[in-house]
């Protein structure tokens, strides 16, 4: 079955320090790719996306995620970490003729000051 | 332009009682879906609907879950009885694009946290 994998549900970094989010999923056939955001006692908002095109995709709030197809990879980066990145962050995944996204289960961002 | 809403953004029931949540999507969208996000989980399409006919209820428990969307607008979802596990948050979210395998972003409602005691 198709899935998405998030690799560490809980992550901390350092307030500056350089965010890396995993995310990988199983396929063959290049997706969409998504990542969203979701702070507390809020929906999800979404940050990128990566649909066609340049592999590099930058998104709101200083994230950028890259998609590397021979890694089946879709990792999301930010280089200096801020307190306001502090949320649940999720991968998701929908494949070409699919009607639905997939999620991964979802990584929390802790800053530390 | 106004988001996504939904109500109520809680509810605490006890186990077998019936409960039901309202969703009201971005206008003009013609795809809205269902979700639950179990604690610890990402979410999970329950139901998805292109104006008011069903795309995918495959994950949809229809023995106890029902959805409408009449008039293709807003949407209602029933839990009829719950059950503990029921216990999580749906979220609604809509599209302007339709199905197949085209893309479309999806806007997110708040939720509603759902406890089932």
């Known amino acids: 079955a198709q899935s998405v994998t998030q690799l560490g549900s809980h992550v901390s970094v350092s307030e500056g320090a350089l965010v890396l989010l995993r995310c990988n999923y199983s396929?063959?056939?290049?997706?969409?790719l998504f990542w969203y955001v979701q702070y507390p006692n809020q929906g999800l908002q979404l940050l990128l996306k990566?649909?066609?095109?340049?592999?590099l995709v930058k998104g709101i709030n200083g994230f950028e995620a890259e998609f590397k197809k021979s890694e089946t990879s879709f990792h999301l980066t930010k280089p200096s970490a801020h307190m306001s990145d502090a949320a649940e962050y999720f991968c998701a995944v929908k494949w070409p003729g699919a009607q639905k996204l997939v999620f991964g289960q979802g990584t929390r961002l802790t800053i530390n000051p | 332009e106004a988001g996504v809403a939904q109500s109520p953004r809680y509810k605490i029931i006890e186990k077998r009682q019936s409960v039901a949540f309202w969703c009201n999507p971005i206008s003009g969208h013609a795809t809205l879906y269902w979700y639950q996000q179990i604690l610890g989980q990402g979410p999970k399409l329950l139901i998805q609907?292109?104006?008011?006919?069903?795309?995918?209820d495959s994950q949809l428990p229809k023995d106890r879950f029902s959805a409408e969307r009449l008039k293709g607008v807003d949407s209602t979802l029933k839990i009829q009885p719950a059950k503990l596990e029921d216990s999580a948050v749906y979220l609604c979210?809509?599209?302007?694009?339709?199905?197949?395998?085209?893309?479309?972003?999806?806007?997110f409602g708040p939720g509603t946290r759902l406890t089932v005691t």
């Open positions: 609907f292109q104006n008011n006919g069903v795309v995918d």
């Open positions: 396929s063959s056939v290049p997706p969409y």
């Open positions: 979210a809509s599209s302007s694009a339709g199905g197949g395998g085209g893309f479309g972003e999806q806007y």
């Open positions: 990566y649909t066609t095109g340049a592999t």
